[in-house]
């Protein structure tokens, strides 16, 4: 069974910095192209960062660019989200977006759990 499972939420101060996971739950599963989204309490899920798979240029929305950053560890299957500056308007529960290989075999496209991200003093 395919999973990508989160973490790194937590409550934060204003100005505070936060690192989000996202991991495979197999070692032989493979993330390429990624995407991270979030939602805020009454908002639609919003895409905030994509990546190709060729992890050469990642796209940022204006209310996140320049302050987080996405990146990928591929030895350890893992994509994270670093955020840093965090604002009250950054509070949301993330999630993480990315195409999942079993070697040359494409599984699909699977969400992670979410993970709450509190921006507040």
């Known amino acids: 069974q395919v999973r990508l499972v989160e973490s790194g939420g937590g409550l934060v101060q204003p100005g505070g910095s936060l690192t989000l996971s996202c991991a495979t739950s197999?070692?032989?599963?493979?993330?390429?192209?990624m995407e991270w989204y979030r939602q805020a309490p009454g908002i639609s899920r919003e895409l905030i960062a994509h990546?190709?798979?060729?992890?050469?240029?990642?796209v940022y929305t204006d209310a996140v660019q320049g302050r987080f950053t996405a990146s990928r560890d591929n030895a350890k299957n893992t994509v994270y989200l670093q955020m840093n500056r965090l604002k009250p308007e950054d509070t949301a529960v993330y999630y993480c977006?990315?195409?999942?290989?079993?070697?040359?075999?494409?599984?699909?496209?699977?969400w992670g759990q979410g993970t709450q991200v509190t921006v507040s003093s």
């Open positions: 197999r070692n032989d599963f493979t993330i390429t192209g």
């Open positions: 977006n990315a195409d999942v290989y079993d070697r040359d075999t494409y599984l699909g496209k699977y």
């Open positions: 990546a190709a798979a060729s992890n050469t240029d990642t």
